[in-house]
């Protein structure tokens, strides 16, 4: 399982997700209505940090083609689109932008998770999750259990249930549980991505021995 540490707004909470080997940093570009929003002086800022094997991710929220522009040109990975596009608006914007696509499929009930089909040969990685954009919303992870792609989830994820988790997610996007007084706490950072490298190790060893 690998993990998405979303809503960074500072460089040490960045350099502590690299140094515990977080998966992907996200950065929230243009969703004002977020405390997790920064603007383009901290976002590229922030991105030029040295990010070794982690990726970068650019979280947009019904973009314009002038923001998709605009923030191609930071340091990222990927572009994670929220909003309605059609899978042919994703593929010219990932040839035009050279970014790879997190596409996010709004759960709310569970006929939504179906949309992915739509996106599968389009994204690169289809993230569920809540409709709650800026709020950690809980929705029942069990519907995408049996989906054979692979699968980012977000929606009140807490490191009580990880384990769980494991069981249905191949990478979990998490956020709210990480703060302290809506900050990144850095020490809940470290303990989660200690945490996830331990069930990463118990299922390892687990499965070698099925």
């Avoid at 923001?67 to 994703?90: A, P, R, V």
């Avoid at 914007?93 to 790879?100: E, L």
Wanted: a positive charge; aromatic letters at 12%; one cysteine or more.
């Amino acid at each position: 399982m690998k993990v998405k540490i979303c809503g960074l707004t500072k460089s040490q909470q960045v350099k502590t997700c690299i140094d515990y080997e977080a998966d992907f940093c996200g950065f929230i570009l243009n969703f004002q209505k977020s405390h997790r929003f920064i603007n383009y002086k901290i976002a590229n800022k922030l991105t030029k940090i040295k990010k070794k094997k982690t990726k970068f991710v650019g979280v947009l929220v019904n973009p314009t083609e002038k923001e998709f522009k605009k923030f191609s040109k930071l340091n990222i990975d990927y572009f994670q689109i929220y909003g309605s596009f059609s899978k042919e608006e994703l593929k010219k914007i990932r040839k035009k932008y050279k970014k790879k696509i997190i596409y996010v499929i709004t759960v709310k009930t569970k006929k939504d998770i179906d949309k992915f089909k739509l996106f599968t040969k389009v994204a690169d990685i289809i993230l569920f999750d809540s409709s709650g954009y800026e709020k950690s919303l809980s929705w029942n992870f069990r519907w995408i259990k049996n989906i054979p792609i692979i699968k980012m989830i977000a929606g009140n994820i807490n490191i009580d249930r990880l384990e769980n988790i494991s069981k249905f997610a191949d990478i979990v996007d998490v956020s709210g549980s990480l703060e302290t007084n809506k900050v990144k706490d850095i020490n809940k950072i470290k303990i989660f991505l200690k945490k996830i490298r331990i069930i990463n190790y118990e299922n390892k060893k687990k499965y070698s021995f099925n």
